[in-house]
């Protein structure tokens, strides 16, 4: 409902700033019309030319103000519903433990459960702080070399460990040795997310598979494939977008903020780097792309 009336806001504000230049056009029409020369004309040129510009102004930053808003808006209910779930079902769990005896079995997997949960929390609130971060521009990134392919098994196995995977599911596949100048830190979320995604949103069938493979003699890339539910084409520059998500391709119901892609391709930039998605369509799974400069 609300990004319904948001978007007709925004719809009548560009029609109102349409509307106002067309209603300029015509006057000035008119105004030739009637003044086909002298000093006049001029002056009234110049007042023109400042009106235009003055609606084009005032249109854009209207625009730019509703959709900063929109944003807003997204980033509290994403974040506060991925900080919510977790603390509620911990509470819930901890309220159970303390009101009712339960066997030692039960009280393990409860641990267990809330021990997950408390994860999830925390890596909701990396993931924010990460994004400021990287958002913050002041900052360059912390450049060291690093062995390209030592960092992507690390996040492999990081992944196998979180979501329990045997490493049939979720393979790699390492190309030549290569090392880039890179943040240490930075890489490795950028990895953990792309790996992260194709799991969490291949449900129940994960096949996964990442490679590194040598792009030209200046670049090198590391390619993430599943075959989980893809990305409609529309959808494949959305994504890297703060808080975007796709709607009805589990993208609504798989626990997330938004935030990863946008940390992907932040990364990506401020690295030289480039990342980019591809998808044959819904249901064909989709490939993930993260091309980094290899060191000199
Ligand atoms: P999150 O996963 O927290 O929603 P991301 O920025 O990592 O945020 O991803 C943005 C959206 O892109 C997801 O909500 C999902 O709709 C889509 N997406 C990302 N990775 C995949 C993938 N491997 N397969 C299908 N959809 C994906």
């Not at 719809?11 to 009637?34: D, E, H, N, P």
């Not at 002041?138 to 996040?155: F, K, T, W």
């Not at 100048?181 to 950028?190: I, K, L, S, T």
């Not at 009805?248 to 480039?274: C, D, M, N």
Request: hydrophobic share 40%; proline share 4%; charged share 25%.
């Amino acid at each position: 409902m609300v990004d319904v009336s948001r978007r007709r806001s925004v719809a009548l504000f560009i029609m109102l700033g349409g509307g106002l230049i067309s209603v300029i056009l015509l006057l000035f029409g008119w105004y030739l019309f009637q003044w086909r020369s002298g000093w006049l004309l001029a002056l009234g040129l110049l007042l023109l030319l400042a009106l235009i510009a003055g609606v084009v102004l005032n249109t854009f930053f209207l625009v730019r103000e509703i959709r900063r808003n929109e944003q807003q808006d997204a980033f509290i209910n994403a974040v506060t519903h991925e900080l919510k779930t977790p603390v509620a079902s911990i509470r819930l769990y901890l309220q159970t433990l303390q009101t009712r005896s339960v066997d030692d079995d039960k009280r393990k997997e409860f641990y267990g459960i809330m021990l997950s949960d408390s994860d999830r929390l925390l890596e909701t609130i990396e993931q924010v702080l990460r994004t400021g971060r990287i958002g913050a521009r002041s900052r360059g990134p912390n450049l060291a070399p690093i062995d390209l392919n030592g960092i992507v098994q690390e996040c492999v196995n990081r992944t196998r460990a979180l979501y329990h995977i045997a490493p049939d599911s979720l393979s790699f596949r390492p190309g030549p040795e290569v090392t880039i100048r890179a943040d240490m830190e930075e890489v490795r979320a950028a990895l953990s997310n792309l790996i992260d995604n194709a799991v969490k949103y291949s449900g129940s069938d994960v096949r996964v598979t990442v490679e590194t493979t040598p792009v030209n003699d200046h670049t090198v890339a590391v390619r993430v494939r599943d075959q989980g539910p893809g990305i409609p084409k529309t959808e494949l520059k959305q994504i890297f977008k703060r808080f975007h998500r796709v709607p009805g391709t589990g993208g609504v119901r798989i626990p997330g903020t938004g935030l990863g892609l946008y940390i992907v391709r932040s990364v990506a930039k401020r690295h030289g780097g480039r990342a980019w998605a591809e998808s044959e369509g819904v249901g064909r799974g989709s490939t993930f792309v993260l091309q980094l400069p290899v060191a000199k």
